[in-house]
């Protein structure tokens, strides 16, 4: 990823070595700015990305103000910025992804690359978007609101902190907790994870164990990680997003936060890229088709399930209980990435699921509902099951001779039954 800019270095002080590092790496032009100057600067010079490059509160804080302001309102793609923090200070803005004041100039260009790289990718969908409508397309309903309200942070420990650093992030987005790697290693597996946070009472051959899982996952290079006390020193080089701080639960998670924003919203950005990309047919929220396209791709499947004498069924999940409609969403994302290639589904008005199984009669439709709706209700009310009372209910039906899209959905309308218990 090219570090071509503008860059704006906002200091008091002449930050020299930055500066030649960024240069260095190919960044250009380099634009140093004081603070008083920093808002005219960035009207001037549209950057690409910012740089607070001192610790601490800004001289000015109506500079400040304003500079943030601008950040949040620019035309077009996102600007990145990183602030630096120290032991007793922390970001000069707090919305700004945070860099430690002592971290080596080659993992701050790593980690600025990072964040360039979700700019780059929030650009494309932004042309994408402008080509999809003048050519008259039906532009998908786009995601609105805080990019956190999506995020999901794992928390790993089982330490004295452990209680403290969950109602710490849990305050800030949505926190899994597990007491074990073994566990971690699980839930990466299982949901989309937007930070993780390693937290005290490991051994450090767990916590560089897990660690090389991570840099060995493509899928995870990238990801904020925050590990409690140290890790080993090859793994800043491979993991860019990866800072080790000390015990204070708050700190941490202000730090951590922003970094998860972004990860988010590159989550966000590739969903309604994916809908772009197939003509708007899939929802940017769930990964699902749209409605619409579900009952085309319904009507389609059965015409051929016909003529070629195979199976279709189709399902229909609702889910009872203390849910929220983060919760929903999480469990349509589950679903989404978990049926098979050959099976499509989306999620209706009154927020149920609907799966159609393609090539499947009712009796292998109905083993595989049963363990998408479990992990799709793991999902929504992890480890709190009894507790929210919350029942995955699942409605089959097979297509027969006959049968219309209507029809068919009648009767997975009509009835339903008890599922993964």
Not at 83 to 102: E, N, R, W
């Amino acid at each position: 990823m090219s570090l071509q800019g503008p860059l704006i270095v906002v200091a008091e002080s002449p930050a020299t070595s930055l500066v030649a590092a960024l240069a260095d790496a190919g960044a250009f032009p380099i634009v140093e700015a004081n603070w008083a100057d920093a808002p005219t600067a960035f009207i001037s010079v549209k950057p690409s990305a910012v740089i607070i490059a001192e610790p601490g509160p800004p001289v000015s804080e109506s500079s400040s103000r304003m500079l943030c302001l601008q950040i949040a309102t620019v035309a077009g793609p996102i600007v990145p910025t990183i602030a630096f923090a120290d032991a007793t200070h922390d970001a000069a803005i707090p919305t700004a992804m945070t860099a430690d004041a002592g971290m080596p100039a080659d993992r701050l260009i790593k980690r600025l690359m990072s964040a360039m790289r979700v700019r780059a990718l929030h650009a494309t969908v932004l042309r994408r978007i402008e080509l999809f409508v003048s050519h008259g397309g039906k532009m998908p309903l786009l995601p609105i609101g805080d990019a956190l309200d999506d995020a999901t942070v794992l928390v790993a420990g089982r330490g004295p902190l452990y209680p403290a650093l969950g109602v710490a992030m849990g305050e800030r987005a949505k926190m899994i907790g597990t007491l074990s790697v073994e566990n971690a290693a699980r839930q990466l597996n299982e949901r989309d994870i937007d930070g993780i946070v390693i937290g005290d009472g490991f051994s450090p051959r767990m916590v560089e164990a897990f660690l090389t899982v991570l840099a060995q996952d493509s899928r995870f290079h990238e990801i904020p990680i925050a590990v409690i006390g140290e890790a080993p020193a090859d793994f800043a080089d491979l993991l860019p997003n990866i800072d080790c701080v000390g015990g204070d639960p708050a700190r941490l998670v202000a730090r951590m936060v922003p970094l998860v924003r972004m990860r988010a919203f590159e989550s966000r950005l590739k969903r309604l890229l994916k809908s772009l990309e197939a003509d708007g047919i899939f929802d940017p929220a769930t990964g699902l088709l749209t409605r619409d396209s579900f009952w085309r791709d319904l009507n389609k499947s059965m015409l051929e399930a016909a003529d070629r004498s195979q199976a279709l069924t189709v399902a229909r999940y609702t889910f009872d209980g203390a849910l929220d409609e983060r919760a929903r969403l999480d469990g349509a994302r589950l679903a989404a990435r978990s049926i098979r290639a050959i099976d499509f589904g989306c999620r209706d008005d009154d927020g149920s699921l609907l799966i159609a199984f393609t090539q499947t009669d009712l009796r292998g439709a109905n083993v595989v509902a049963r363990r998408l709706a479990a992990a799709v209700k793991n999902v929504m009310a992890p480890g709190n099951d009894v507790q929210n009372g919350v029942t995955a209910n699942i409605t089959l039906a097979s297509q027969k001779n006959g049968d219309t899209p209507d029809s068919l959905m009648q009767r997975v309308m009509d009835s339903r039954m008890v599922a993964a218990e």
